[in-house]
C-alpha cells in the first residue's frame, strides 16, 4: 500500500470534487486597476483552481460544488467553468432579486504587479450565494455514496466566507471520510475575508477543527501560522530569505499534532520583486521530506493561481505515482508554469509539466 489507499477509477464518477467559491476575475493586463479602461476577464477562486488544473492540465475527470446567484453574470461564471471542463452538475442556483440585495456573484479585481510594485486584489464579494451555502444545502450523500469521488479538495478561502461555510466544509469532510475518499485542504489565509468575522483567532479556531479530517494538508510559509497557529522559528518578517530549516521544523510539529495527516505540502517562494521569485515546494511524508528542484529567479507574469497550480499537480503526482519526490515535483513545475501565463489557471500540458520537471529549458519549439 502507498501513502493512502484511493479508491479505484471504477467506483467512481469523479477523480477530484473541489468546494468553493468561484468568482468573476477582472484583469487590467500590465495595467492598473485604479485607471484601467477595459478589463479581461477570467473565472477563478482558489478551491475551483485545483479541480480546474486537474481537468484541464491533468486530464481528470473532476466537478465544484459551489453556488451562484442566477443571473448573466453567474451564467458567464458558469461558461468559464464549462469550457474548462470541470463538471457543473453540482452548483447550487439561488434565483437572483434583481439588484443583489439579497444575493450576488463575487468579482475580484486582481493586477499582476510588476518590479518593485506587488500584485493586488480587490475583491467585492460580500453576501455572495456561495458564501451563504450552509449546513444542508448540499447533498454530500449523493456526492459521494451515488456518484463516488476518489479526492476531494476545499480550503481555507470557502471556509472564511461566512459563518455559515465552515459548517459545510465540516459536513462535506466528515462524508468525504465516511466513503473513504481522500480529503486535501489548502489553507489560502486571506486576512480580508476574517478580519470582519473574529479575525485571526476565529481562523485558527476553524482551520483547526477542520484540520482533524485532512489527509493532505498545503499551505504556504505563512499559512501554518496564520491558520493554525504554528511558529517557523528564525523567519525573517518579510520572508526575505527561505528558511528551510525552519520550515522542516515547523511541519513536523504540525505532523504530531496532527496524526491524521498523511501529507503536508508548502510552497517555498521567496518574493525578489513581483517579477522574480525563488519558487520551490516541498512535502513530508511519514517524517521524510521531499523537496521539488529550485527554481531560482523565476519570472512571473501572474502570480495568482501559483499555489492552485502546485496543489494540482501534487494531488495528481500523489494519485498516479504514489511517490512524494515525483508528487512534488509535479507540483511545483505546474505552479512555475501557471505563473508564466495570465488568469488564475493553468494554460499547461501534461507533457509542459512533465519537460520542466525533468530540467527542460525554454528554446522555441516548432
Ligand atoms: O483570494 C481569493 O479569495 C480567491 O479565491 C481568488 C483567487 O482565485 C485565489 O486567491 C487564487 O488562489
Known sequence: MGIFNIKSK???????????????????GEGRIRTARSFRVWEGGGEYNVSRGLRKCFGMDTAIVTAFADNEVGRLIEDFIMQGGVDTRFIRWVPYDGIGRSVRNGLNFTERGFGIRGALGVSDRANTA??????????????????????????????????????VVLEAVRTAKKYGTIVSYDLNYRPSLWKGIGGQEKAREVNREIARYIDVMIGNEEDFTACLGFEVEGNDEELKELNLDGYKKMIREVMMTYPNFKVVATTLRTVKTATINDWSAICCVDGEFY????????????????????????????????????????????????????????????????????????????
Not at 471504477?10 to 487590467?28: A, H, K, N, Q, T
Not at 450523500?141 to 465552515?166: N, Q, V
Not at 523537496?291 to 493561481?305: F, H, M, Q, S, T
Request: proline share 3%.
Open 10 to 28: 471504477d467506483e467512481c464518477r469523479y477523480d477530484c470534487i473541489s468546494l468553493g467559491e468561484v468568482m468573476l476575475r477582472f484583469d487590467p
Open 130 to 167: 456561495a458564501s451563504q451555502l450552509k449546513r444542508g444545502d448540499i447533498d454530500w450523500e449523493a456526492i459521494f455514496g451515488k456518484y463516488g469521488t476518489r479526492w476531494f479538495h476545499t480550503g481555507g478561502i470557502f471556509a472564511a466566507l461566512s459563518e455559515t461555510t465552515p459548517e
Open 291 to 366: 523537496k521539488a528542484r529550485d527554481y531560482n529567479g523565476l519570472e512571473i507574469l501572474d502570480r495568482v493561481g501559483g499555489g492552485d497550480s502546485f496543489a494540482s499537480g501534487l494531488i495528481y503526482g500523489l494519485m498516479t505515482t504514489g511517490d512524494p519526490q515525483k508528487a512534488v515535483e509535479y507540483g511545483a513545475a505546474h505552479g512555475a508554469l501557471a505563473m508564466t501565463t495570465p488568469g488564475d489557471t493553468s494554460m499547461a500540458t501534461l507533457r509542459e509539466v512533465e519537460k520542466i520537471m525533468a530540467g527542460g529549458g525554454a528554446r522555441v519549439v516548432r
